[in-house]
C-alpha cells in the first residue's frame, strides 16, 4: 500500500502456501471504506476460504522468511547462467540489470521471486519436447511459489494487449524451487544439450 495502490490482490496459492497444496488468495485495503466494499461483496457472493486451506497458508507463513532468499537466489543464479548460454536469445527477470524496466523494479521492489522467463534460439516443438520431457528437477506447471521448480512452455501472442510479443524462438516461464542451484543448472545444461541448444 506504499505504493500508491488502493486494493492488492495476492495469490497466497503461490508463496504464502509455498507446497502447492491449497487454494487461498487476499485483498488487502488501503483505507475502511474500501475494505467494507470488498467485504461486502465478498459475503454476497459466498466467498470464503476453508479452514484446511487457511490452516496450510497459515503453515506456509511461518517458512516464507526462509524460502523466499533461496527463491530468489536460485532465480537469479540460474537466469544469470542461462544468459550466457549460446542457446538462450534472451532472459526476461527485473531483477537483472539488462531488464528494459529494471530501474522501476529498483524503486518498487526490495528482492525477486524466482519466476522468470527465457526465450530460447529457435528451434521445433519435438527439439522443445526433448529438453523439456528429459528434465529431472523441473515439473511441468504453472502453479508457481512451492518448494519445487517449474518450466512451462508459454505463447504470449494471444494474451498481450499493449505491445505485441515477437520473438523467433521459444518462451519458457521458469520457477527456480528450493532445490540446490547445481542441481538445477546441471539439469538445465543437460536440456539445453538434448535440444541441441
Known sequence: ???G???SVHAATKYIVGHS?????TISAVDETRYQGIRRTAIALGYCAGPDDV????????????RLPVHEANGLALANWLAEQPGVAQ???PARAD???HERWLRDFSGACG???VELAPIDRTRLAQMIDGLAFYGLGASWGGYESLVLPVDPSHSRSAVAWQADGPLLRIHAGLEHIDDLVDDMA???ARAGL
Open 5 to 7: 495502490v488502493d486494493l
Open 1 to 3: 500500500m506504499a505504493h
Open 91 to 93: 532472459v526476461i527477470h
Open 99 to 101: 531488464h528494459p524496466q
Open 190 to 192: 543437460a536440456g539445453l
Open 21 to 25: 497444496d491449497a487454494m487461498l488468495g
Open 55 to 66: 490452516y496450510l497458508g497459515a503453515r506456509g507463513l511461518r517458512t516464507l522468511g526462509q
Open 115 to 117: 519466476l522468470f522467463a
